[in-house]
């Protein structure tokens, strides 16, 4: 490998080493995991730094609104069979918590690597992936993030020109058309649940017609291209329309559609559908997601949404009425600050839940839930709402930075 032939520079080298001493300090301190500080630091002392520690890898990008770092894990997972892979598990997903991920790989044979979507042209020109997964785009952070067609513009230029091989969402118009300016794109037929997004035409601005499973603009031509894989119920279906079963921990729709896409990047380096997707088997929990905890006697389950997108699959995942379910929003930076969002999302889906909120914005969602017409109960922490919910397991839905608060309360 390049990696081992020819090593890292000197200056490299220290930055690495200066890396890790950053990030072995913030830990120590309770900072965190230190792995943004470490690749900051690191970076200050070589830019260059990222394309260097990437030029033996063979490396896949996934970068969506929703599910990049599940899928990132489920990719990891799948091509673990094929050699040893380097990851951003923990979803320190711009250049400096990449950079610190990369570094800690030096005999790895593969990089996979989740982006934050303003930052994937970048990266991708730094380190000249293999693979490109592209899953969705949706409103998410307004403050912060470009509108979204704004968005599939950056990546569209971005993608123009790369020898990628792109791994594409066939059911997202935006992702359709921000992968359309690649020479070297596999379509899948993962699903949109979410919509609102995409009603008027990318490519035109004209409306978009929607028979179906299908999508087209009837006044440019713009239109769903043929998938090759796609998923069907419990399957995958690959471009030879063999159907494998997909078994995992996870749960819901939307994990299934990960799996789908993952299933066909594991295969454009090798990895058949049935070793990827068994493989895929192994995943429980991502960074927390989905985990089932014990606190105050109780067993609560922590669910991650941070957009209106996400909240419409998590709300697909909960048990039934009258499963009690705690929401806790915050909004702070990396939540995006502005709390918009919260009526794009549609909470009727919760009636007949018993409905505790919390979280720095707990108001804010307190008047969306009462124009929604469902009960519910303002509580000051975790520990109330828990106290104050009737029998039963808990589902926990919550944001960014309100579902870290929660894993450190309840010990996850």
Same mark, same amino acid.
Request: aromatic share 6%; proline share 6%; glycine share 8%.
């Given at each position: ?7 890292? /520079? ?13 990030? %072995? ?8 995991? +230190? ?66 991920? #990369? ?6 044979? &593969? ?7 303003? &930052? #994937? ?16 785009? /949706? ?40 992968? /359309? ?7 899948? %037929? ?30 440019? +031509? ?10 069907? +119920? ?18 819901? *729709? ?9 299933? %066909? ?12 997707? !068994?493989?895929? &088997? ?7 997601? &989905?985990?089932?905890?014990? $606190? ?30 705690? #929401?806790?929003?915050?909004? *702070?930076?990396?939540? +995006? ?11 009727? *889906? ?5 409905? $505790? ?12 839930? !009462? ?31 309100? $579902? ?9």
């Amino acid at each position: 490998m390049a990696g081992n032939t020819d090593p890292l /520079s000197p200056r490299a080298k220290l930055a690495v080493t200066a890396g890790r001493a950053a990030a %072995a300090a913030s830990r120590a301190v309770g900072r965190g995991s +230190g792995s943004v500080i470490g690749g900051k630091v690191a970076l200050r002392l070589d830019p260059d730094l990222l394309a260097r520690l990437a030029q033996h890898l063979d490396v896949v990008l996934v970068s969506a609104t929703n599910g990049k770092t599940t899928t990132t894990r489920l990719i990891a997972e799948a091509l673990r069979a094929s050699g040893p892979v380097v990851s951003n598990a923990l979803g320190a997903n711009m250049p400096a918590g990449i950079t610190s991920a #990369l570094a800690g790989g030096s005999d790895a044979k &593969y990089g996979v690597i989740e982006v934050d979507e303003k &930052y #994937l042209a970048g990266v991708a020109r730094d380190v000249t992936p293999k693979a490109i997964a592209l899953l969705n785009l /949706s409103r998410d952070q307004l403050d912060r993030a470009a509108e979204t067609r704004m968005l599939a513009e950056k990546w569209r230029e971005g993608l123009a020109g790369s020898k990628a091989l792109v791994v594409a969402n066939a059911d997202d118009p935006l992702i359709v058309w921000a992968a /359309s300016s690649s020479a070297n794109v596999v379509w899948v %037929a993962a699903g949109q649940e979410w919509k609102d997004d995409a009603w008027s035409c990318p490519s035109c601005g004209g409306v978009m017609q929607r028979p179906g499973d299908d999508w087209f603009c009837a006044e440019c +031509g713009f239109r769903r291209p043929t998938p090759s894989w796609a998923l069907s +119920g419990d399957h995958v279906l690959d471009p030879h329309g063999s159907a494998w079963p997909i078994k995992l921990q996870l749960p819901g *729709r939307a994990n299934k559609a990960n799996a789908t896409t993952s299933a %066909a990047v594991a295969a454009a380096f090798g990895v058949p559908p049935q070793i990827a997707l !068994e493989r895929m &088997y192994s995943v429980q929990a991502v960074a927390g997601r &989905y985990d089932v905890v014990s $606190f105050m006697q109780r067993e609560l389950r922590l669910l991650l949404a941070k957009n209106p997108a996400g909240w419409l699959e998590t709300f697909s995942l909960i048990d039934p009425p009258p499963t009690p379910v705690i #929401l806790s929003v915050n909004a *702070r930076g990396a939540d +995006g600050t502005d709390t918009s969002w919260l009526w794009d999302v549609d909470y009727t *889906r919760l009636a007949g839940h018993p409905i $505790f909120v919390i979280g720095d914005r707990k108001l804010d969602l307190a008047v969306r839930l !009462e124009v929604a017409g469902l009960d519910f109960q303002v509580c000051e922490n975790v520990d109330e709402a828990v106290r104050k919910a009737p029998p039963g397991r808990i589902e926990v839905i919550a944001n960014y930075t309100a $579902f870290q608060d929660l894993r450190r309360r309840v010990g996850n």
